[in-house]
């Protein structure tokens, strides 16, 4: 029957996306079926449930498409954490290292109550620098982060070990 569907066989594979040598895991090829999409999202919402979340945080910007949905299913809030000067209002933002540079995320200063169980969520788990600096603003807000979710793991890189919260994945791959 439908939940028998594997939902891998809906992951795009692009090599050499955004640069030489990387493989590229393409969730709008999952998006674009509707059984497909509606099964992965009522699988994350099962994951999600128990960490009995107040809201959700969408990681811009492919969090922003699994989050909305089961916030909505989840009947529990969301927000969004944005790349820097996207946000109105007063923010607080925190700026992490990539492996050339750096990059800054925001969020509301006002977007979470002290103290709210929060999941993060995100499309897809790499090295875990996104999430894990997620997490950290998200604490500075003074969130209680329950969690971390993402549709896609890509184990062989540790991210998971970076992150300390309970981490939930749909699909993971070596
Ligand atoms: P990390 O910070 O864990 O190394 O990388 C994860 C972030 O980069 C996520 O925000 C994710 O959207 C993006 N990302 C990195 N690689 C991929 C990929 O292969 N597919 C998709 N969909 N997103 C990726």
């Known amino acids: 029957g439908r939940q028998d569907i594997d939902l891998?066989?809906?992951?795009?594979?692009i090599p050499d996306f955004p640069k030489p040598g990387i493989?590229?895991?393409d969730i709008s090829t999952l998006m674009r079926n509707p059984d497909a999409w509606q099964i992965a999202?009522?699988?994350?919402?099962?994951?999600?449930?128990?960490?009995?979340?107040?809201?959700l945080a969408a990681v811009e910007s492919r969090g922003f498409l699994t989050a909305a949905p089961i916030a909505d299913r989840m009947g529990c809030g969301m927000l969004?954490?944005?790349k820097s000067?996207?946000?109105?209002g007063q923010t607080i933002s925190h700026t992490y290292d990539l492996e050339y540079g750096s990059d800054t995320l925001e969020i509301q200063?006002?977007?979470v109550k002290?103290?709210?169980?929060?999941v993060v969520m995100d499309d897809l788990l790499a090295t875990g620098g996104t999430l894990a600096a997620s997490i950290e603003l998200l604490r500075k807000a003074g969130a209680e982060v329950v969690g971390a979710s993402v549709l896609v793991e890509l184990t062989g890189l540790g991210g998971r070990s970076k992150l300390d919260t309970t981490v939930t994945s749909l699909l993971s791959y070596e």
Request: net charge positive; no cysteine; aromatic share 8%.
């Open 8 to 13: 891998k066989n809906y992951i795009r594979h």
């Open 23 to 25: 493989l590229f895991y």
């Open 41 to 55: 999202m009522g699988r994350l919402t099962r994951q999600i449930a128990p960490l009995q979340p107040d809201m």
């Open 80 to 82: 969004m954490l944005r």
């Open 85 to 88: 000067g996207k946000l109105p």
């Open 109 to 111: 200063a006002d977007a």
């Open 114 to 118: 002290p103290g709210q169980r929060v």
